[in-house]
């Protein structure tokens, strides 16, 4: 019951295995729906991005697995499209003419003061030496950079839910341990959240690192939160690899009913509804 998983990057992208590799793996573990979701093509170089010359054969790849596998398992095309700016974002045209089946809005990069894009989602290293190199070490700025970024994706729209909220908390936390906690931090993400409610949309609980670094994201202290605002949620795991697709989604069931959730977002026969969540 209730497993389901849209947030998976395969080969096409920075995955480490093909696309029907995953679909096997998903099919084996019991699922009944999946769905691919490339890293989108980015206006600059990224070495992690689906190529935009590969876009048709992503999209077919993924059209001729839903025939060989149907009556089997529900595949769903999707992609992570990144928020860059008002002309580069989930709701542009260009995504928006793709005949994908859900698209994931997501931020990777702000932009910075000296208008460089830095990637907030880098090794905790990286981080802090690009925090030094464009924001003189100010993580109370980038942090605003970033939820500005948020909040301007969410009021442009056009994506089905917001994948990783808050994944810059990850290496805010280990630069200042503790700093999610300050006041005006939480101001910031309760005013996210607030808006994210205003406009109806699902957030994704991402399981990519409970595992290993024991958070989801967004966190786990902000799901009574969302529950009381009434941000409906889907759990994914963010799969670059076919072993992690069901990777601590029990977990995640069970916090978010223990924080009031009855129902779990999924897909099923082209549509998001609300499933109840089954006994954890």
């Not at 999707?78 to 995504?95: C, K, L, Q």
């Not at 989801?216 to 670059?240: Q, W």
């Amino acid at each position: 019951m209730n497993k389901t998983n849209y947030h998976c990057h395969c080969s096409y992208c920075d995955g480490k295995a093909p696309m029907e590799d995953f679909i096997k793996s998903a099919i084996e573990s019991g699922f009944t729906s999946f769905g691919m979701s490339s890293h989108s093509p980015l206006p600059f170089y990224a070495s992690w991005v689906l190529s935009s010359d590969a876009v048709d054969d992503y999209i077919n790849d993924i059209e001729k697995l839903k025939k060989k596998y149907k009556g089997i398992i529900e595949i769903y095309a999707g992609m992570e499209i990144d928020y860059i700016d008002d002309d580069f974002n989930p709701a542009s045209e260009y995504f928006q003419n793709m005949p994908l089946d859900y698209r994931i809005g997501s931020i990777h990069f702000v932009k910075t003061p000296k208008g460089n894009y830095m990637d907030i989602d880098t090794s905790p290293e990286t981080f802090e030496e690009n925090l030094q190199k464009y924001y003189n070490g100010d993580l109370r700025k980038i942090t605003e950079d970033y939820y500005k970024a948020s909040m301007r994706m969410v009021e442009l729209g056009g994506f089905d839910f917001i994948g990783h909220c808050d994944k810059i908390s990850l290496n805010t936390e280990h630069c200042s341990p503790g700093i999610t906690d300050e006041k005006w931090y939480t101001n910031l993400i309760n005013e996210y959240f607030e808006l994210i409610a205003a406009k109806g949309l699902m957030v994704e609980i991402n399981t990519k690192r409970f595992a290993m670094k024991g958070c989801f994201f967004p966190a786990e202290k902000y799901f009574r939160h969302m529950f009381k605002l009434g941000i409906p949620v889907v759990v994914n795991s963010d799969s670059h690899r076919t072993h992690l697709i069901n990777d601590q989604r029990d977990t995640a069931l069970a916090k978010i009913k223990a924080a009031g959730y009855k129902y779990v977002r999924e897909l099923s026969g082209g549509k998001w509804i609300d499933v109840e969540i089954g006994q954890y």
